[in-house]
């Protein structure tokens, strides 16, 4: 389920994505779905791949008798709850920054984002190689290390504007004072704990077993108002009962 819930949100952002691919950051285009959502299904992912994980976790590694949850698996789920945690933190800053002005916090949950993503970055071996060398590679994790560097590099320049704010008469004058519009950066510990829960990209659907098509069962239904009446439902075929 949580590989499904990455492939629905790319298939949501597919568009946005077009209209963006040679600006990464702010302004985000017109075609982008709503912020709030995405770092709300990120979340959600991020906790089914938790999920597997402690289940992972819990049967042992191959090397335990009577197990069978190899290294690379149990690797797998860790990249992909650190990669959908980051990019969670990544639209919760955006829409702090973007639809709430919030630079402080925004700048927050991006330093939490782009920790995570340098986390896996470490791990492929390619952490402290240059802005330049790591624009001529492609791939998700890249693009998104550039992505979350733009938004803070943006939010700070912003949260660093010096603007005209105050203005009072002074005799026949005007006068206008600077006004810098800065807010502190939220600390980690203030953010995880409003970290808002997720929201399922697909629902899930139960599993029914399938009919034998060939056979004697039974099965319970409703019938004539009476609850759990077992009936026998095995079809008709060809030659039944015929066999040589």
Request: proline letters at 5%; aromatic letters at 8%; charged letters at 20%.
């Amino acid at each position: 389920m949580a590989d499904a819930g990455n492939l629905a949100i790319r298939k949501l952002l597919s568009r946005a994505v077009m209209d963006s691919i040679t600006s990464p950051g702010p302004p985000l285009p017109r075609s982008h779905p709503s912020t709030s959502l995405l770092a709300k299904l990120y979340l959600n992912v991020h906790a089914l791949y938790e999920e597997s994980r402690g289940l992972a976790k819990s049967v042992g590694s191959v090397t335990d008798p009577g197990s069978g949850v190899g290294g690379d698996f149990r690797r797998y789920l860790s990249d992909g709850r650190t990669f959908s945690g980051a990019l969670g933190y990544k639209w919760l800053g955006v829409d702090a920054g973007e639809n709430g002005s919030k630079l402080g916090e925004a700048l927050g949950w991006l330093g939490m984002a782009k920790e995570g993503l340098a986390e896996l970055e470490t791990k492929n071996g390619v952490l402290g190689k240059g802005a330049k060398e790591r624009g001529k590679r492609k791939g998700t994790l890249e693009d998104e290390i550039i992505s979350v560097e733009a938004f803070i590099k943006s939010y700070t320049q912003l949260n660093r504007t010096v603007s005209l704010g105050f203005v009072f008469r002074l005799g026949l004058h005007l006068i206008r004072l600077p006004q810098v519009s800065f807010e502190p950066v939220a600390t980690a510990a203030t953010l995880l704990a409003r970290v808002p829960g997720g929201k399922a990209a697909l629902a899930v659907k139960p599993y029914s077993l399938p009919q034998p098509t060939f056979g004697h069962f039974q099965a319970s239904r409703t019938d004539g108002g009476n609850d759990n009446v077992t009936v026998d439902t095995t079809p008709e075929y060809a030659l039944q009962q015929s066999y040589f």
